[in-house]
């Protein structure tokens, strides 16, 4: 009896040590490229982000579960973090937080709700390469940290990520969920000064508004469909839409409007807005890409508006689950400077059609 009792504390122990165990994943992608640029040299470079992460999960009982996820950024033609060690460790995102019920509370850094949504609807999946829009037509060249440096340097800053900030994602219901991020107005290391007025972010000055975002989304059968708004560390306000449909199981095609109000820092190009259409097709283990977009900026200075247009091709061609060939093609016309000297500003840059091409291999693990 007495060994049945023993016998039984123990399973009882072990199973508690079981259930209150981290289960860790460790995750992440290599890839690389050959890419050139209009009046730039051949490159060795990216297409996607390259990212080592580590993510986890623990029960705690009744249906709530802890979690938490951080994830590195580098390149791996030289073996820096991204940016040449200009960014963040954990430059992806550093969050921990509680799923349950209520749905997920998160604190630390990451995604905006509005950047982590909006580039699912653009062919090239929200990745950081120029022949897609992700980066500038489809957020209406919104910056989500303009404050972000790395011990004062402003380079090579990110513009889609916040820290200091708590998110929360609803669940999902009928396919609908709400996402909502808020952060403090801590310095960052970063600074700026505005274009055309008398505004200026000394090196690590506090932020003048707390950012925060909202973004709604519909996912449901071959519908989906985003609703956006945010404003960032400077004031500046973005709001944007987009959906998607799944024609046939091979052919989806997607839409995005971004508009975007800067007045607080840019009193020469108050407005910008961008749109872009785009369409994938699949072809057995390849995929098409395809998308125009365009970009409008409200010019108060010469009293026109600046037009830029990009069109962009691509073909992906998977090798296994896990890994792909790509190759890309982009043609951007009219490329205007940013200068904030009046006789300059709203001239076109010295590239101002730039002819993109990339070809490389992408492997996730």
Known sequence: MKKTLVAAALVGAFAGVAQAQTAVQIYGNVDVGVSKTTGDTLKIGKRAANTLGFKGTEELGN???????????????????????????????SRVGLQG??????????????????????PWHGLPTAAGFYTDISVAGFNSAPLDGTAGNTSGANTNRISNAIFYNSPVANGFQVNASWATKEANGGSLQGIGNNVNYALNQQASANPFSLAGTYNNGPIAAMLAYERNAVESKVWSVAASYSVTPELKVMGTY????????NAYRPTVKGAELGLTYAMGPGKLLAGFGMKQQEETLRQHDLFTRQYSLGYEYSLSKRTYLYVDASRKKNVFSFSNNAATFGQVSDTATRNFYDIGLNHSF
């Open 63 to 93: 249906g709530l579960k802890a979690l938490f996820q951080l994830e590195m950024r580098y390149e791996p033609d030289t073996g820096t973090t991204e940016n040449g060690n200009s960014r963040p460790l954990f430059q992806g995102q």
């Open 101 to 122: 019920d209520f749905g997920m509370v998160r604190l630390g850094r990451g995604l905006t709700p509005f950047q982590e949504v909006v580039g699912s609807f653009e």
């Open 258 to 265: 971004s508009r975007q109000n800067q007045e607080h820092v």
